[in-house]
């Protein structure tokens, strides 16, 4: 599932990494292609360190560089490489309980994803099991 174990974090570096996720990050529910649908959060930053900090307080989550849309299309030289760090949906998850009362701007969004998904197990676990294993087998 990709959760290491329980860290110990303070509620005011609750707050900050919330900071993160309202100011330069973002929440979504996306359809894989194959009709299941999953949770992502991701925090873009050209500060490399600080989203290695909060990977190392959260305990999970992974990190890479994206190339800038906006240095491509428009020929623009010497920007700053942005990086960003994204948690699975199991890792959302979690991430967004620990949040959730400390965002102000994706509130509303982190309250409707953590709504659909509370719906969306339950009816999974309503299933019959040999639905559930040929949902998996593809």
């Not at 990709?2 to 509620?11: A, H, I, N």
């Not at 500060?47 to 305990?59: C, M, P, Q």
């Not at 998904?117 to 087998?137: G, I």
Request: glycine share 8%.
């Amino acid at each position: 599932m990709g959760l290491r174990g329980l860290f110990v974090l303070l509620e005011s570096e609750i707050a900050y990494i919330a900071g993160f996720v309202d100011g330069e990050g973002s929440i979504l529910k996306a359809n894989n292609g194959r009709g299941r649908q999953y949770v992502r959060t991701q925090i873009y930053n050209s500060d490399f360190e600080v989203l290695k900090w909060i990977r190392s307080k959260t305990g999970y989550g992974w990190l890479c560089e994206k190339k800038s849309r906006y240095d491509e299309r428009f020929k623009v030289k010497n920007t700053k490489p942005v990086h960003m760090l994204g948690f699975s949906s199991a890792q959302s998850r979690h991430l967004i309980r620990l949040l959730l009362p400390y965002l102000r701007v994706k509130k509303q969004k982190a309250v409707e994803i953590m709504e659909w998904w509370e719906d969306y197990h339950v009816y999974r676990e309503q299933l019959p099991r040999a639905l559930k294993v040929c949902s998996f087998a593809r």
